[in-house]
């Protein structure tokens, strides 16, 4: 079974710009939840979605935003990018099936540089 | 809110020896999901083991334990037999049990240096 993938692997962009990624999850898994990684910050929680709607959300400002397709394929989207928005961008999808745990598989990440 | 809290940014150990590397937390949840991540060097971040509040027991996986304080909101874990493979970033987190909750809170990461 193929992993969590996310693309790109790597982007570079200018600050102004907007930028989108992209998450594949685990066949079958029908959550993908969004995390920001920066050395300053650590890990945050941007958001996450379930069947395309998204459940839970972070403390991020309006410039980042989501969303999921029926496939549970999921996108973030940020707009007027800003220097501190550098990061390593990784996405988690997990089964979620009834109210037993579910763990969560981490992609290799998207590493976004803004310069 | 919860959060999560690693005191140490950095830690070594021998190989073949055991390392421990401390967590604590905050939360007023009773019920709740620890765990330990490892994120190898420009690799993926995978579980290392999980721990539910509810059970008193320490969860065991191989040659990593865990050393579960409950009142004191401790998350301690153990790695026993280090081997060169361990060396990574170790990350703990915690999550709500309620169903539609996949929210995790991460500590700020330990990275671990194997000696060979």
């Known amino acids: 079974k193929a992993g969590v993938t996310q693309t790109p692997r790597y982007l570079i962009k200018t600050r102004g710009q907007q930028v989108t990624l992209s998450c594949s999850p685990i066949?079958?898994?029908?959550?993908v939840s969004w995390y920001q990684q920066t050395p300053g910050q650590g890990l945050q929680f941007l958001f996450e979605?379930?069947?395309?709607?998204?459940?839970n959300k972070g403390n991020f400002p309006g410039r980042f935003s989501g969303r999921q397709f029926s496939n549970s394929r999921s996108e973030m989207n940020v707009s007027t990018l800003e220097l501190g928005d550098s990061a390593l961008y990784l996405c988690a999808s997990s089964l979620v099936k009834g109210y037993d745990y579910n763990e969560q598989f981490f992609g290799p990440g998207t590493r976004l540089t803004v310069l | 809110a919860q959060t999560v809290t690693q005191s140490q940014p950095e830690m070594s150990v021998q190989e073949a020896e055991t390392v421990t590397l401390s967590c604590t937390y905050d939360?007023?949840?009773?019920?709740?999901?620890l765990f330990w991540y490892k994120q190898p060097p420009s690799r993926q971040m995978i579980l290392v083991i999980r721990?539910?509040?509810?059970?008193?027991q320490n969860a065991t996986e191989n040659r990593f334990s865990v050393n579960f304080q409950k009142a004191a909101k401790s998350f301690s874990l153990k790695i026993s037999d280090s081997q060169l493979g361990d060396a990574a970033m170790y990350f703990c987190?915690?999550?709500?049990?309620?169903?539609?909750?996949?929210?995790?809170?991460f500590g700020t990461g330990t990275r671990l240096t194997i000696i060979p």
């Open positions: 979605y379930f069947s395309e709607t998204q459940r």
């Open positions: 066949s079958g898994h029908r959550s």
């Open positions: 939360t007023s949840e009773s019920d709740y999901y």
């Open positions: 721990q539910e509040a509810y059970k008193q």
């Open positions: 987190a915690y999550r709500r049990t309620n169903f539609g909750n996949e929210k995790l809170t």
